[in-house]
């Protein structure tokens, strides 16, 4: 499918500027299709005992339906159009098209009096019948409402928005369609966006590392339970709407408002706390928001201390070991040496002896 916007996107991109020629064909009554009631004006409206109309936009076209299926609608030919204006009110119409009255004058000029020049089918072949659509669904019990709304999550009255954002205008009707198996108990933003936000609320909640948000004054916005415990804070009062210099470094949040970049597992001692975390901050942009995560790694960092500990006695005592030993092996080859040499005078002596005898 390729919409206006897109065709005009591509003829500029292609440095192409179609020629404007004026079209007279007479035999052009269908190019009223587009409009409100253009098929209407295609048609042979003949039928006496038939109402013909047209209908825009969707609050008017459900309303109609919901007419249409209680039953108060007969012998009716309906034009439903969910664009308000039909096609040339569409979405994807270029948007410095949207004049309502010149684009209908526009298509109306282009639009001749009599019908293309077209085969015409067998008449019988374009009959068709069609079942009745109308049909009266049987009304839950209060019971089952009530039931369903709290499964919706409207536990009190107030907890009923009816924003109709499903489509239905009150949060009961919806109820009513769910049992009768109109609607999906998912289909409602409000439920969503509360169930998102329950869910996101326990995760930080137990978290076992602790989150800070942050809004782009530095001010504190939200904080765990874990993060008050890294803290040494009593409870979030404390700190909540206060400025995180109050209990943080800002240098790393100032960089990152500065640069919009963030900062991952960035290990650092607080000597306040005497506590070493890993620190992740992310900035959402979007949302003016700072997002900060502690880990506390002291336990890890003291393990590492003490391993560090032993390693370096242990050292210290080969080295002392290694030193003793050498001390010892020059003393028993500084002894080894005098006795030999003592040896030596002495047979030395003993031999000059025997000479002399
Ligand atoms: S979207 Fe939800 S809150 Fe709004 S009317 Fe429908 S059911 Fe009620």
Known sequence: MLTFDELSAWLKSKNIV????LDHDDNSKARFFPTTGGILKTMAMENPEYTYMAIDGTKNCIMTLKEIEAGNVHHAFIEMSACVGSCIGGPVMEKFHAAPVKDYAAVARYAGKNDFIVEQPDRTETIKDFNIIEHQSRLPSEYDIKETL??????KPEDELNCG???YDTCREKAIAILQGKADISMCLPFLK??????????TRNSPNGILVLNDSLEVQQVNRAAL?????????????????????????????????????????????RKYVEKTIVYDREY????????????????????EDISRQTMEIADRVVDKQMRIVQEIASLLGETAAETKIALTKLKESIKDE
Request: proline share 2%; with cysteine.
């Open 229 to 273: 415990k890294i803290l040494n804070l009593r409870s979030a009062n404390d700190i909540l709407g206060d400025l995180v210099v109050r209990v943080l470094d800002p240098g790393d949040f100032l960089k990152i408002l500065g640069t919009g970049g963030s900062i991952h597992d960035k290990r650092e001692y607080l000597a306040e706390y």
């Open 194 to 203: 509360e169930k998102a936000e329950n869910f996101s609320d326990t995760i």
């Open 288 to 307: 003016n928001s700072i997002f900060c995560l502690l880990r506390d790694v002291t336990e890890e960092e003291s393990e590492k201390e003490k391993r």
């Open 18 to 21: 179609p020629e404007k020629k």
């Open 150 to 155: 709290k499964q919706m999550g409207k536990l």
């Open 165 to 167: 954002t499903c489509g």
